[in-house]
């Protein structure tokens, strides 16, 4: 309930308000409870009893009156807080008191839960971490979020709300920090054996501090490439705290698309033959179309051969539809 990123801080204001807004009933209902069960315990002879009485209209009317405000006005709150605090949505400000001007460039973070660890690609900066994050106060921050495996859950409560980090998917956070300190983060979602160890801090630094971790890691850090993610992606519990002083361009899209390993199809470009018309039913223009599409959008895609399929081709009924299976007429395009 002490927060140190706006977006959090919004949140908390929001519980709260909800909190004493179902108060306003909770707190009525519980008194009355007493004071009926007091007032007309079979000992008080005093109280009034009118064993016919079945109606009255001004009761009714408080009833069901009070009610249907508060939850016009939780309805109301939770409607502005759903679209204000969705967690896709850019930051408008840093605080509550200062907007946030039109130069500022988010903090790039791209996120990838492990087995059972979190890695951290800074793509702007060239850097990496396992299980530590860095970001500079009043500064906004982009998280792109995906898994390598199962389905996670990233969430630093003193930041923001908690998303989910799923495979082949991506999803999107935006928060900021308020003020300097360290504080925790963890997966929300249970995921295995290492769950429970699977925490890592974030630490909100003033710029020079955070120039000062940049330099650091970029000190005393590895390389991560493809292969380095391949050994770090097994599964594994308490991890230490790592720090690449490199980190690979389009590893982060590589990993959302499932295509890290050599020889694997990567995603994007299976849907890129399926809005072709999918598998067999590409014409030569179309696959050179595809091909220019894929380069276009990605100049760093690398272009591997195809997989070949694992079982005879003339055993149709039994084919495996595989992800590596790839038209002759697209290997052929691709090797030409």
């Known amino acids: 309930m002490n927060p140190a990123g706006d977006i959090a801080i919004q949140q ?5 308000i909800s909190t004493v807004l179902m108060l306003l009933i909770i707190i009525p209902v519980m008194a009355l409870t007493i004071f009926f069960a007091r007032r007309y315990r079979a000992s008080n002879e005093r109280a009034d009893y009118d064993p016919d ?12 009156s009070a009610p249907l405000l508060i939850i016009i006005c939780l309805g109301a709150v939770t ?29 790039d973070v791209q996120v990838v839960a492990l087995d059972w ?3 951290f690609i800074y793509p702007e900066l060239g850097i990496a971490t396992v299980n530590e994050l860095a970001a500079p106060v009043d500064t906004p921050i982009r998280f792109s979020i995906t898994a390598s495996n199962v389905m996670n859950s990233f969430y630093v409560p003193a930041l923001a709300g908690q998303i989910y980090a799923m495979p082949g998917m991506e999803t999107k956070l935006h928060a900021v920090a308020n003020k300097p300190g360290t504080y925790e983060g963890f997966s929300a979602n249970y995921s295995g054996a290492g769950f429970s160890d699977m925490r890592f801090r974030f630490h909100a630094l003033d710029p020079a501090g955070f120039q000062a971790w940049v330099a650091q890691v970029k000190a005393g850090g590895g390389a991560l490439d493809r292969q380095a993610y391949l050994k770090l992606e097994a599964p594994s519990e308490k991890e230490p705290v790592r720090r690449y002083a490199a980190a690979e361009p389009g590893l982060f899209g590589a990993v959302l698309n499932m295509c890290v ?3 694997q199809r990567c995603m994007s470009d299976l849907m890129r033959i399926d809005a072709k018309g999918g598998a067999g039913k590409e014409s030569a223009r179309d696959v050179q179309g595809l091909r220019h ?3 276009r959008d990605d100049p760093s895609h690398e272009e591997r051969p195809a997989a070949k399929p694992s079982v005879p081709t003339h055993h149709h009924e039994n084919r495996p539809m595989t992800l590596n299976l790839v038209p002759t007429s697209v290997a052929s395009a691709r090797r030409g």
């Not at 009485?53 to 009317?61: A, G, I, K, V």
């Not at 605080?95 to 039109?102: E, H, K, S, T, V």
């Open 53 to 64: 009485w079945d109606h009255s209209t001004s009761l009714e009317l408080v009833i069901w």
């Open 79 to 107: 409607w502005v807080s759903t679209h204000l605090l969705d967690p896709y949505r850019p930051l408008a400000r840093i605080d509550a008191q200062r907007p946030l001007a039109a130069a500022v460039k988010p903090l």
């Open 117 to 119: 660890k979190w890695l």
């Open 293 to 295: 599409d894929i380069l």
């Open 12 to 16: 908390r204001d929001l519980i709260i």
């Open 261 to 263: 390993r050599p020889g």
